[in-house]
């Protein structure tokens, strides 16, 4: 072979990726037959810096998909998008001065051209920002259309607050307790917050699992974190406080055997309990420590269990006894009413509460083998009441919950672990939420004419107070759509996972002006028929897109209610065995690789590195193993007899040498299992 058809990968794919962009051979419109149709799609990325390994894996993944799916004679909508609002760039603009639009700006066309050059077949017709106006513009509406439903509101919420800075700080800024940036001590403050009512649609984000073909593993992860269980709510009375706590409990047969009560760390009312006590002090430190712990820690069975007497009792609606409230770490706001009532007797966790604490122990189940306390089985009732001893707990329960209920003091209930979102984010980079706030009219939706509600730029970005935008005061400052009089605008600005919750849809229609989509082109292209990306979207972005779905079908603006058909979530790689983290000093930059090697021996590598769907760890030597066997299958291409009937020969206006004629080779097995160009 001459040395000018040796394989040149940088040559041939450049060749190669001017021919597709000149014909917009990805690009396809939304007058194909929707028989024919397929919506192939990765999650869209973060744009951060540049590219990485993971990003090459996730995308080589689903062009693949999308080249075999062509290849049965199907019409392909692979589009690309970058979800750009969010914290790092925010941070990234006070740690250096360059303001997130610039920064953000630069990094898109990083991953833009390094997509390009990866020879990833996307439809660029399509390509948008969740930052752009253009995009933001329906977040807002579409959060409109929520508002209008009652699926959008706002109630007090536990924050974390750095007293130092002023500002809210998400869980990922407090570090063993303190403020990433100044290091002071975190507390807990109250703050109004948005919130979308997704445990409306719990039931039916359960159901509709089975109507979806994803891998069990995740489905079970979102039955997990949804959490349907059966029981009954109970009330319990504060009477010095005058206020009624319900709690819920899926052993309502224990009810006789409760002797104390316990609030997690962020219930609204616990720093109210506390206040004016002898307490108060002991509380609040208590709280602050708590919030900063993760939900695995505080729940962990064989952690001690700690807590704080709040001074106050309440009222055990089964026998009258006023039994001491406290509040506790390993009780999480996620499950119930965040308050439980505490049986030492019955319950592991409450039993070593209770002997920490010297609180009374009871039994109020016998247990048939005569075994110790804490008893979980079931049994006769003893030490309840003259009604309910010696009834076996199971029938119990039932007769308790139908007392409770005719007496008013509690009913069968269904719960979810699952709690509504919480969508404020008290930052500057991020979707504004299109309310104003009027004395008089209280809480007033913007005009859809006047959207997009824009995000002003700011000179000075770092949180001083509720959040960056309070102090734009010329865009705070408004009048009232409903009475004209002096009003003000919402400063939070929307948690990025909304933006994330409808960028599939946009996507197939992403020019439209008048409206997020039309509803026969989305129905056209949705569901997405297969979905790629990492296996730790599982639960929340993956749940919030399903909600967001069902919502809007239920407005009637799609014709489906599940947005991904098919999912697959793919393995990370890793180095060493690590994960790779810019900490850790061992991130791959496939920038490198692909200059050396060409994009097709990166992108075949990543495929053929192990089982797409586990972890793998990258090897030098195996990168440049690809490249020998590309090299050679070049070489056998050249010695075959080519075919050029019915294929066009590209033009080569450079005289480089490079319009070879191309080759047709018949495959016994026409499964693509690569993404060679």
């Known amino acids: 072979m001459s040395e000018d058809r040796r394989y040149d990968p940088t040559a041939i794919e450049a060749r190669w990726q001017t021919v597709w962009a000149d014909e917009k051979t990805w690009e396809v419109g939304n007058d194909a037959d929707p028989d024919r149709t397929t919506y192939v799609l990765e999650m869209l990325p973060y744009p951060s810096g540049e590219p990485h390994m993971g990003h090459l894996k996730n995308y080589a993944l689903g062009d693949a998909v999308a080249h075999f799916t062509r290849r049965t004679g199907r019409i392909v909508l692979h589009p690309m998008g970058y979800d750009a609002f969010g914290l790092p760039a925010e941070n990234h603009a006070i740690k250096t001065g360059v303001r997130p639009q610039v920064s953000t700006a630069a990094s898109i066309e990083s991953f833009r051209e390094q997509f390009k050059r990866w020879g990833i077949s996307v439809d660029w017709s ?353 009048k009232c759509p409903a009475c004209g009089k002096d009003a003000k605008r919402e400063t939070d600005t929307m948690d990025t996972f909304v933006d994330s919750s409808w960028y599939y849809l946009r996507y197939c229609d992403a020019g439209n002006d008048q409206a997020p989509w039309d509803k026969d082109v989305v129905d056209s292209w949705m569901p997405v028929s297969q979905y790629i990306g990492g296996v730790e979207h599982a639960i929340l972005h993956l749940l919030y897109a399903r909600f967001w779905t069902k919502a809007v079908h239920d407005m009637g603006l799609v014709g489906f209610d599940e947005p991904f058909g098919k999912l697959f979530t793919q393995g990370m790689i890793t180095r060493d065995g690590s994960k790779m983290s810019k900490s850790k000093g061992n991130v791959i930059s496939p920038r490198s690789y692909v200059d050396n090697y060409g994009a097709d021996t990166a992108r075949c590598y990543v495929l053929f590195i192990g089982p797409p769907d586990q972890d793998a760890d990258w090897s030098d030597e195996g990168v440049e193993g690809v490249h020998r066997f590309l090299s050679r299958l070049w070489r056998l291409a050249d010695e075959l007899e080519p075919s050029t009937d019915g294929i066009r020969q590209p033009e080569d206006p450079q005289g480089a040498g490079l319009a070879r004629r191309p080759v047709r080779i018949q495959y016994r097995d026409q499964r693509c299992h690569g993404s060679c160009q």
């Open 126 to 478: 399509r390509e948008f920002g969740t930052h752009e106006p253009t995009y933001y513009r329906w977040t807002q509406w579409l959060f409109l259309k929520m508002f209008e439903r009652g699926l959008a509101y706002r109630r007090e919420a536990a924050v974390n607050w750095c007293p130092s800075d002023a500002t809210v700080l998400a869980n990922e800024q407090v570090v063993d307790g303190r403020c990433e940036r100044c290091g002071s001590e975190v507390e807990v403050r109250q703050l109004e917050q948005w919130f979308l009512r997704i445990t409306d649609y719990a039931d039916r984000l359960l159901e509709d699992l089975v109507k979806i073909e994803w891998p069990e593993h995740v489905k079970t992860m979102q039955r997990n974190w949804i959490g349907r269980s059966e029981g009954a709510e109970v009330v319990f009375r504060c009477e010095e406080m005058g206020v009624d706590y319900p709690v819920f409990t899926t052993r309502p047969d224990t009810l006789f055997g409760a002797t104390f009560f316990v609030m997690a760390p962020e219930h609204p009312d616990v720093l109210k309990l506390a206040a004016g006590t002898v307490h108060e002090d002991e509380v609040r430190a208590y709280v602050n420590r708590a919030m900063t712990e993760s939900n695995d820690l505080r729940g962990s069975a064989d952690r001690p269990k700690t807590g704080v007497s709040l001074g106050r009792t309440v009222t055990n609606p089964v026998n009258g006894e006023e039994i001491p409230m406290y509040v506790a770490d390993y009780v999480l706001l996620e499950y119930g009413t965040g308050a439980i009532m505490a049986v030492p007797g019955h319950d592991e966790r409450d039993h070593a509460f209770a002997l920490a604490h010297e609180l009374p122990i009871r039994r109020v189940i016998e247990d048939p083998e005569g075994g110790e306390l804490p008893y979980a089985g079931d049994g006769p009732l003893v030490g309840s009441a003259a009604d309910f001893d010696g009834v076996q707990n199971r029938e119990a329960f039932e007769r308790i919950v139908d007392w409770l209920d005719r007496e008013g003091k509690g009913h069968s209930s269904v719960n979810y672990r699952l709690r509504d979102w919480l969508v404020s984010r008290q930052r500057y980079w991020g979707c504004p939420i299109p309310i104003i706030h009027c004395a008089d009219c209280g809480t007033v939706p913007v005009p859809e004419d006047d959207l997009p509600v824009v995000l002003p730029e700011l000179e000075d970005y770092t949180p001083k107070g509720k959040s960056p935008l309070a102090a734009a005061e010329d865009w705070v400052s408004v």
